[in-house]
């Protein structure tokens, strides 16, 4: 190595300042000497050149692999099921699972408990709703009708019974006499050579038991007739009882159909009442009507009884300040009059006064009077152009009045059209709700009809199909299925 180094330096040293080679002085490696190095040592060399601290980095990458290997650690502790943790998760997840499969129990009987109480209320329900059917009246009747069955039937066992036990003792006693008199047949043939005492004694036993069979007959015969007048009498006793149900029966029928008629004519009342209670509202809202309309002609003809006195006393006013205007310019061209006269009289008398004065001053008395004149016929102008704009003012005044009139007419007209229309528009509104309640009514009357028809019809299927089911039951039972028919 220290060789090859030196090797190296030389060739460093051998280039010259131009950078051109001296090739004289380089000599051949001589490959004996060159050492051979190994992997480690080439790495060594390597790492110590670049400044790489292997031991650091040794430790850093075993750090990590301990890092890795524990966190595997606690991973795989984590799964062990021998350790406390484990047991206490297992024993988490156990109670869990049961805690799970109770709550499932606990849902699927209570599932179960309301299902069954379901079943129960409609059981219930059925049962009342069946209760509540039987107790009608005609299911009752049907079910009178089927003990009425149940009756006869037994009675007609009891008769068939006695009708059997009389076959049986007659035969019995039949027997008894075939035997007596085979008995009596026998005993005379062996008796035939017995004393007349004893056929007489015989003969008298015979003749007591005659005697006792007809007694015996006799009041067989009674108590048959008992018997026969007992039935009759309880057959007369079921039938009066059936009677007396069948009477009670109609009864009630009666008197359903007098509550039904009674509803039905207090059904009556009540809407008779309702249209009168609607007559009367109608003649009142139409009383209303016309008190409005004639309230409505008195104010419009009370305004316009205070519109013609309005207007008449805008005329008198109007005529009262002409009157004052005439009366007041007449005044006052009487005044000027007056005073132009009173003034004539003062010039002349003043000028008779200054005619014996100077002739001097009479061109300024002539001049004098001209301009007084002058001046009283400015103001007689003057006084002419305030009249006649005087006269122009009331014009437009009565121009204004006329129209501020004729605004309040039309305003009134208008306002009385709008009333008129608004009583119209109403008195429609009436009219179309009073149609719209009359076919509302007429609409639930309808209805309630019809439903009372389907009910009626509904309970008739279900009456007649109960009663079928008892009338085939009945017929099973071989009872008398007369009175169900019924």
Not at 110 to 118: F, I, S, T, V
Not at 269 to 298: D, G, M, N, V, Y
Not at 371 to 399: A, T, W
Request: proline share 1%; hydrophobic share 30%; net charge positive.
């Amino acid at each position: 190595m220290t060789s090859s180094v030196k090797c190296g330096r030389g060739r460093a040293r051998g280039f010259t300042k131009d950078g051109s080679a001296e090739e004289g002085n380089i000599q051949a490696p001589d490959f004996r000497k060159v050492p051979v190095l190994g992997r480690a040592d080439w790495l060594r060399i390597t790492d110590e050149t670049i400044g790489v601290n292997k031991d650091r980095e040794r430790l850093r990458e075993a750090a990590k692999q301990r890092e890795a290997l524990h966190l595997h650690s606690q991973e795989v502790v984590t799964k062990w099921s021998n350790t406390v943790a484990g047991q206490r998760k297992k024993k988490l997840e156990a109670k869990k699972v049961r805690e799970q499969i109770e709550e499932e129990k606990r849902k699927q009987m209570d599932l179960e408990e309301a299902n069954y109480r379901e079943q129960k209320r409609k059981e219930a329900v059925q049962k009342a709703e069946l209760q509540l059917y039987h107790q009608t009246d005609r299911v009752k009747g049907l079910h009178r009708a089927l003990l009425l069955t149940e009756v006869l039937k037994e009675r007609e066992a009891q008769m068939e019974l006695k009708q059997q036990t009389k076959s049986a003792t007659e035969r019995w006693e039949k027997e008894i006499l075939e035997k007596i008199m085979t008995r009596e047949d026998e005993a005379m043939k062996q008796q035939e050579e017995k004393t007349l005492k004893k056929r007489r004694e015989r003969m008298a036993f015979a003749e007591d038991l005659k005697n006792q069979m007809k007694e015996n007959e006799l009041i067989r015969e009674q108590q048959e007739q008992k018997e026969k007048q007992k039935d009759q009498e309880e057959i007369q006793r079921l039938c009066e009882l059936q009677q007396r149900e069948q009477r009670t029966d109609a009864e009630q029928q009666a008197m359903h159909k007098r509550n039904i008629k009674q509803a039905y004519m207090e059904d009556l009342q009540q809407r008779e009442h309702l249209r009168k209670i609607e007559a009367q509202k109608q003649e009142i809202e139409e009383e209303q009507r016309k008190l409005f309309l004639s309230a409505k002609q008195k104010m419009t003809k009370l305004r316009k009884e205070k519109d013609k006195e309005i207007i008449r006393e805008t005329q008198q006013h109007r005529e009262g300040i002409l009157d004052k205007v005439v009366v007041t310019q007449q005044e006052r061209m009487l005044h000027e009059e007056q005073r132009t006269a009173k003034a004539a009289e003062e010039m002349e008398a003043r000028r008779a006064q200054l005619q014996q004065e100077e002739e001097q001053k009479k061109a300024a008395m002539l001049k004098s009077i001209t301009e007084h004149r002058e001046f009283i016929s400015r103001e007689n102008e003057m006084r002419k152009r305030i009249s006649e704009q005087d006269s122009l003012e009331e014009h437009m005044k009565k121009m204004e009045a006329d129209r501020l009139f004729a605004e309040m007419k039309q305003q009134e007209t208008k306002k009385i059209r709008e009333e008129n229309e608004k009583l119209k528009q109403f008195l429609i509104v009436q009219m179309a709700e009073k149609q719209s309640r009359h076919q509302h009514v007429m609409t639930e009357e309808r209805k309630f009809a019809e439903k009372n028809v389907q009910l009626t019809a509904e309970e008739e299927k279900r009456f007649q199909e109960y009663s079928q089911q008892v009338i085939d039951a009945a017929a099973e039972a071989q009872k008398m299925v007369f009175p169900l028919y019924k």
